[in-house]
């Protein structure tokens, strides 16, 4: 079974920049898609981004668009999530987890159709 393993996370004020980064531990990710998810103090958990397991698609929410940037490298088996002008609300504990759905080509948003997790890593950002 595949572990999930996310580090990066740290307190930033805001306009900083962090890279988050997400490593397969037990197996690699093959051909799964990786999304990234983020659930703040009484919220419900929210898609960010995710990437296909090519590293051909990638997709991320409204409020991220154009400050973060998500990729992978199969051969490390790692995938990284580049945030910058960070902002006090993207303060957060940060996921990855793979999707239900191996060798597909696409991405997903839903917190349902992914099916293994990570420990989540903190991002505070200070205004």
């Known amino acids: 079974q595949v572990q999930l393993v996310e580090s990066g996370g740290g307190l930033v004020q805001t306009g900083a920049s962090l890279r988050l980064s997400c490593a397969a531990a037990?197996?690699?990710?093959?051909?799964?898609?990786v999304g990234w998810f983020r659930q703040a103090p009484g919220k419900e958990r929210e898609f960010v981004s995710a990437?296909?397991?090519?590293?051909?698609?990638?997709y991320y929410a409204d409020s991220v668009k154009d400050r973060f940037s998500l990729s992978r490298d199969n051969a490390k088996n790692m995938v990284y999530l580049q945030m910058n002008s960070l902002k006090p609300e993207d303060t957060a504990v940060y996921y990855c987890?793979?999707?239900?759905?191996?060798?597909?080509?696409?991405?997903?948003?839903?917190?349902?159709?992914?099916?293994?997790w990570g420990q989540g890593t903190q991002v505070t950002v200070s205004s």
């Open positions: 037990g197996r690699t990710f093959g051909d799964h898609a």
């Open positions: 990437i296909s397991w090519s590293g051909g698609s990638t």
């Open positions: 987890a793979l999707d239900r759905y191996p060798g597909t080509t696409g991405v997903f948003m839903g917190v349902s159709e992914y099916d293994i």
